[in-house]
C-alpha cells in the first residue's frame, strides 16, 4: 500500500542534499571538535559553518546561537534558563494555555518550586491578545514565552506586538519557533526577540537536533553541566553530523522556503476547499489568514478524531489529532477548548500539514480516502 504522507507537523524526511551534508561527519571526518589536531578542527570549522547559516536564517549573529538536542531541550533551557539567572528579579512567568507540551511541563516543573506561571487564554482563532498579556504583567514578572505558531492548528501570534510589550516593560521573551522556522521567515532583531527554540526535523533537517537563539543581552544559567561545549550553555560533545544537516536545512530553507511554502500553502487551500464544499458538516479550525502555509485542522461533526486517524492509515493516509504527545492517551485536544470549541466537537477533529514532498496527485487521492472514510463512519453513528 503506497502512503500519503499529512502528518509534516509531527516530523518531515530529511532533504537528500542535507542528508549528503552529513555523511562524511560520521566516518570520514569523525573527530571531537574540541580537539586541537585536524581532525578536531574540521569538525569544529563545520559546526561554525552550521552557526554561521543558522545565524542569517534568524538575522542574528552566530555567537548568539546554542546547539541543543532538539526543540523540547531549547525551551527547557531558554526557560530554566532564564527562571534560574533572573530570580533575583521575581518569580512570575507568563504563557498561553495552547504551547507545546516542552513549554508546559516546564512552566509546570517550576509552578512546583515555587514559581507563580500565568496560563493566558487565546480567542476563537488560535491567537493570544497582547492586551491581555499586557495586563498580566506584574513588577514580579520575568519571562514571557509565547509559541510563534501553533502545532495544532497552526495559528501564527501576533510576536511583534508581544516582543513591543514585553521590551516596554523589560521582561524577557521567549518563543518557540518550532513550528515556524524553515518555513515563513522571521527576523529575530525586528522582533524584539530574547530567546527564540527551533528544531532540525520539523524543516528538512535530522532529529535529535535543534538550537536556541540567545540573545547577547540575556544571561542564562546552564542546565547541563561539564565541558563547557556551547560557550558552556550546553555541555557535551556536539552533534557534529547533526549539527551539519541542521544548518544545512537553514541553508536551503533561506533560499527556497518562500517557494516552497506558497506552493505548499496552494494545495493546502485546495485541500481545505476541497473538504469544506465536498463533505458537510466539516469546520476549518484555527485563523483563516494568519496560520501556517502547511496546517490543516478541521473537525468533521460525529467522527472521533482518533478513530478516524486510524481508519485513514488502514487507506494508507498519515494524518494525526494534532499531538504526538497525546496520540495514545485519550487526552482532549486543549488546544481547540482553549480556543472554545466545544468539548464534542474538539474531539472530532484531525490534524492534516503537507510538505515539501506531497504532489498534487496525492491531494485527490486523500480528499476521496476522507470523504468515503467519513461517509463510512458517519453512517453508523452519525445522528
Ligand atoms: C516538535 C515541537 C517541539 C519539540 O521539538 P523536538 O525537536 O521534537 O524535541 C517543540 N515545540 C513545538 C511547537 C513542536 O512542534
Redesign the pocket.
Known sequence: MSLIYFDN?ASTPIDSRVLESMMPYFCIDYGNPSSIHPMGIRAHNAIENARESLATLLGCQSDEIVFTS????A?NLAIVGVANAYSNRGHHIITSEIE?H?VLETCHHLEKLGWRITYLAVDNKGQVSPQALERAITSDTVLVTI?TAN?VVGTLQPISEIGSVCHKHGVIFHT?A??MIGHLPLDVKKTQLDLL?L?G??FSGP?GV?ALYVSKEISLYPMIFGGGQEEGFRSGTENVPGIVGLGKAAEIARAEMIDDSKRIKDLATKLINGIISKIPHTTLNGHEVHRLPTNINISFEGVEGEYLCKELAKRGLCVSTGSACSSNTHEAPYVLLSMGVERELANCSIRMSLGKANSESELESSLEILREVVANIRSYSFV
Open positions: 507537523a532538539g526543540g523540547t531541550e525551551d507545546h516542552a509559541m502545532n518557540d518550532v513550528q527554540s528544531s526535523h520539523k532529529k535543534g
